[in-house]
């Protein structure tokens, strides 16, 4: 991909998630959002590098101006509990870019799989230092309660773009 179509990906799905966060379900500590969709369509769609590009992207807007879930910004963010699932974004653009590029059903489902796990990852860890609470708390709110929802919007996430190749690619 040449420079000026990595930065119009790059900057697309930064702002792609930006709107998604303001599409969120009040959920106590983590809420539910649509952001996710685009972390990983950012992989799959652009590119692992294009993919981490914009969620960095996305988190530096974050220090600015209010464009995470709840219109928080800031340095005061790094206490929030959710804000694992914001540095897990990187993370699951790449993977979700890196193993979802081979174009193959299964593969883009694990590829979105193993990506949305690494935001439970991140969030559960950062959730329980962050609430100093313990893993077992943590883990039934920041995975238990979500991971239905979540690896649900993944795998539709993945067979939409799955849908997208065929159509578009000739996959």
Do not use: C, R
């Not at 709107?19 to 649509?34: D, K």
């Not at 800031?74 to 979802?100: K, N, Q, T």
């Not at 943590?138 to 190749?165: C, E, S």
């Amino acid at each position: 991909m040449d420079f000026k179509k990595f930065a119009i990906a790059s900057t697309l799905f930064a702002f792609l998630t930006t709107v998604a966060a303001q599409v969120y379900i009040p959920n106590g500590e983590v809420p539910i959002t649509l952001q996710s969709v685009f972390v990983l369509l950012a992989g799959l769609v652009a590119g692992a590098n294009a993919g981490i590009t914009s969620q960095l992207i996305y988190l530096l807007l974050g220090v600015f101006t209010p464009v995470y879930a709840g219109e928080t910004y800031g340095m005061d963010i790094l206490a929030d509990p959710s804000v694992g699932y914001l540095f897990g974004f990187p993370v699951a653009a790449f993977l979700a870019g890196f193993l979802g590029h081979k174009q193959n059903f299964w593969m883009i489902l694990v590829a979105v799989i193993l990506a949305q796990s690494s935001l439970y990852v991140s969030g559960v860890l950062v959730l329980m230092i962050n609430s100093e609470t313990t893993f077992a708390n943590a883990f039934q709110t920041g995975f238990v309660n979500l991971a239905i929802i979540g690896y649900g919007k993944a795998v539709a996430t993945g067979i939409l773009y799955f849908g997208y190749l065929k159509i578009y690619k000739k996959a």
